[in-house]
């Protein structure tokens, strides 16, 4: 027999998941920004 209730999935874990997507997107436009405003995709490294 196959148990056919849905996973219920804390909110914790939905806001973490949602707070690591906010972070990436945010760290994702500060690349581009440093890459347009310096031509240089590590600023200072390369």
């Known amino acids: 027999m196959k148990n ?3 996973k219920m999935i804390e909110k914790e874990k939905i ?3 949602k707070l690591n997507g ?4 945010l760290g994702f436009v500060a690349l581009v ?3 347009l405003t310096t031509g ?3 600023p ?3």
Request: no cysteine.
């Open 4 to 6: 056919n209730q849905p």
């Open 15 to 17: 806001v973490a998941e």
């Open 22 to 25: 906010r972070f990436a997107m």
């Open 33 to 35: 920004g440093a890459y």
């Open 40 to 42: 240089q995709i590590i």
């Open 44 to 46: 200072g490294f390369i």
